[in-house]
């Protein structure tokens, strides 16, 4: 069993409805969560950062930890043609060096005009 | 834009050529970290600099061979390569390597073809 799963998807909606992604880990020891933005060929770009259970909202984005689940999730408000991409999540635990982050497999999204 | 700029963009090499993957960031950052990226797949991370001295090295074979000359620039040397080493390579940064609430920032990315 992977210590990160997310479905890969693809996740096809309509422009201006909710995306709502998420993952499921099974090391209770993460505390650290990430959501990161990947564009076709192009590295990673930060979108979320939170380390703590509840929700974190910036603009049109919301994330959501819930650790006694381990399930963390985000979501995209309003979306647009512009937010199809793949989406990963990452998170890490207290004791690892940082940089030993541990990536889900990505969800491809793409929002259809 | 990201602040952690990569080149060249594209690379294309034959197995018996020796080339390198630049890297540098100006925010200051202590800790950097190169990853590899299949096509489809998530990151995976390959070595880690902390204060410019090599901290983690995931069993990457010699054939990569990193340096950091000093805070802001990171190099990935690369000789002798397979066409499985095809990849994207990702470079990134963070304040200090094993501090809370660090958050690790990527660069474009080099794409690699080995021929």
């Known amino acids: 069993q992977k210590e990160v799963e997310q479905d890969p998807g693809p996740l096809s909606v309509p422009e201006g409805a909710i995306v709502s992604l998420n993952c499921t880990y099974s090391?209770?020891?993460?505390?650290?969560f990430m959501w990161y933005r990947q564009y076709s060929r192009k590295g990673p770009e930060l979108l979320m950062y939170?380390?703590?259970?509840g929700n974190k909202e910036d603009g049109r984005f919301t994330a959501q930890v819930d650790k006694s689940s381990k399930y963390i999730s985000l979501f995209i408000r309003d979306s647009q043609p512009s937010d199809s991409a793949t989406y990963l999540c990452?998170?890490?635990?207290?004791?690892?060096?940082?940089?030993?982050?541990?990536f889900g497999a990505g969800t491809q999204v793409v929002v259809t005009p | 834009d990201t602040e952690v700029t990569q080149t060249p963009k594209h690379l294309v090499m034959g197995m018996t050529n020796k080339k390198s993957l630049k890297c540098e960031q100006h925010?200051?950052?202590?800790?950097m970290y190169w990853y590899k990226q299949k096509a489809k797949k998530p990151p995976e991370l390959m070595f880690v600099?902390?204060?410019?001295?090599?901290?983690i090295n995931e069993s990457v074979p010699s054939r990569f061979s990193p340096e950091c000359p000093n805070s802001s620039l990171l190099n990935l040397h690369l000789h002798a390569l397979q066409p499985e080493d095809s990849a994207l390579y990702l470079c990134?940064?963070?304040?200090?390597?094993?501090?809370?609430?660090?958050?690790?920032?990527f660069g474009e990315g080099s794409w690699l073809t080995v021929v």
């Open positions: 090391n209770s020891a993460f505390q650290y």
């Open positions: 990452a998170m890490s635990a207290a004791t690892d060096s940082w940089g030993k982050l541990q």
């Open positions: 939170t380390y703590s259970s």
């Open positions: 600099y902390s204060y410019e001295k090599l901290s």
């Open positions: 925010m200051g950052h202590r800790a």
């Open positions: 990134a940064s963070s304040q200090v390597q094993g501090s809370r609430g660090n958050t690790i920032y």
